[in-house]
Nanobody, 120 residues
Framework: QLQAFGGGLVQAGGSLRLSCAASRSTIRNRNMGWFRQAAGKEREFVAGIAWDRSRSDYADSVKGRFTISRDNARNTVYLQMNSLKPEDTAVYSC???????????????WGQGTQVTVSS
């Protein structure tokens, strides 16, 4: 129901745009979030967006560098990542639910992730 793609290997300072494709029933009227998990670390919230694009939220570590957006007509959510740092290396996943913030308990659907690797 959710599938993230667009990851890859990029040098520090570079950019990537991740996409999260969803079925219409999964994304419709649901808030969406991006999370990441680095090797040996816990999953952490990256960014979230309300179902109607009216509000968004970002982790402090990515503010000013990442931008979340969504195209409801295409059932897709995006994460534009600029000025990437080695510490952004992780598996990035998207989720849909009742929240657009870091409260993982309020996300009902989770997709498989895509690997992002930033080299120094």
């Amino acid at each position: 129901q959710l599938q993230a793609f667009g990851g890859g290997l990029v040098q520090a300072g570079g950019s990537l745009r991740l996409s999260c494709a969803a079925s219409r029933s999964t994304i419709r009227n649901r808030n969406m979030g991006w999370f990441r998990q680095a090797a040996g670390k816990e999953r952490e919230f990256v960014a979230g967006i309300a179902w109607d694009r009216s509000r968004s939220d970002y982790a402090d570590s990515v503010k000013g560098r990442f931008t979340i957006s969504r195209d409801n007509a295409r059932n897709t959510v995006y994460l534009q990542m600029n000025s990437l740092k080695p510490e952004d290396t992780a598996v990035y996943s998207c989720a849909a639910g009742r929240a657009y913030n870091s409260d993982v308990r309020r996300y009902d659907y989770w997709g498989q992730g895509t690997q992002v690797t930033v080299s120094s």
